[in-house]
């Protein structure tokens, strides 16, 4: 059963960096696109950023992140990460990893697998 | 960026109701849309993808379709574990954007 279960979150102040870890099983890691996607605390979902499989080598921000926040991943450790920095109170939600129906995102079949999310705090 | 809206933002429903759910594309996204069903603390689970394929052991009182730009997820017998919040989500081009969400609540 492909699993997905992220790490990382917590309390941190303006202005501050986190790092959040994704672990991949049950499914060839390297071969699929994976995507971050976070909840403001009782609103709606937004994308965050995706990468593609590492033989493509792309990445995709939102505005909203574009500069402060990195994605990266680690194929030999089935890791999926993203790094947070300058961090503002508007980032503070939950963070989902997750993955496509199929190896790539981008006109693909919908995110069939989540992972349970991680909780980004980010106040003084 | 392509703009999803979403309506109603709320709706009120008996067990046993007909329920649709409408998601508006500001622009032509061919059939690259998804809908999911979220419960509070949950993460969200996949319903339908590529506009109207039923996901693999979603329920087949689920159905979605679509007309152009306008993308419907449908519920023809409500029951009491489809009570929470729905969105749409279209995988065109990134920027990847999702609807506002629509919660459905019990009357």
């Known amino acids: 059963e492909v699993q997905l279960v992220e790490s990382g979150g917590g309390l941190v102040e303006p202005g501050g960096s986190l790092r959040l870890s994704c672990i991949g099983s049950?499914?060839?890691?390297?071969?699929?696109?994976m995507i971050w996607v976070r909840q403001t605390p009782g609103k709606g979902l937004d994308w965050v950023s995706s990468?593609?499989?590492?033989?493509?080598?792309?990445?995709y921000y939102a505005d909203s992140v574009k500069g402060r926040f990195t994605i990266s991943r680690d194929d030999a450790q089935n890791s999926l990460f993203l790094q947070l920095n300058s961090l503002r109170a508007e980032d503070t939600a939950v963070y989902y990893c997750?993955?496509?129906?199929?190896?790539?995102?981008?006109?693909?079949?919908?995110?069939?697998?989540w992972g349970q999310g991680t909780l980004v705090t980010v106040s003084s | 960026d392509i703009q999803l809206t979403q309506s109603p933002s709320f709706l009120s429903a008996s067990v046993g109701d007909r329920v649709t759910i409408s998601c508006r594309a500001s622009?032509?996204?061919?059939?690259?849309l998804a809908w999911y069903q979220q419960k509070p603390g949950k993460a969200p689970k996949l319903l339908i993808y590529?506009?109207?394929t039923l996901q693999s052991g979603v329920p087949s009182r689920f159905s979605g379709s679509e007309s152009g730009t306008e993308f419907t997820l449908t519920i023809t017998s409500l029951q009491p574990e489809d009570f929470a919040t729905y969105y749409c989500?279209?995988?065109?081009?990134?920027?990847?954007?999702f609807g506002g969400g629509t919660k459905v609540e019990i009357k």
């Open positions: 997750a993955r496509g129906r199929q190896t790539s995102v981008l006109r693909g079949q919908g995110v069939g697998y």
């Open positions: 049950a499914f060839t890691f390297s071969s699929y696109s």
């Open positions: 990468i593609s499989s590492s033989s493509w080598g792309r990445t």
């Open positions: 622009q032509d996204i061919s059939s690259f």
């Open positions: 590529g506009a109207s």
């Open positions: 989500q279209q995988f065109d081009s990134y920027p990847l954007t």
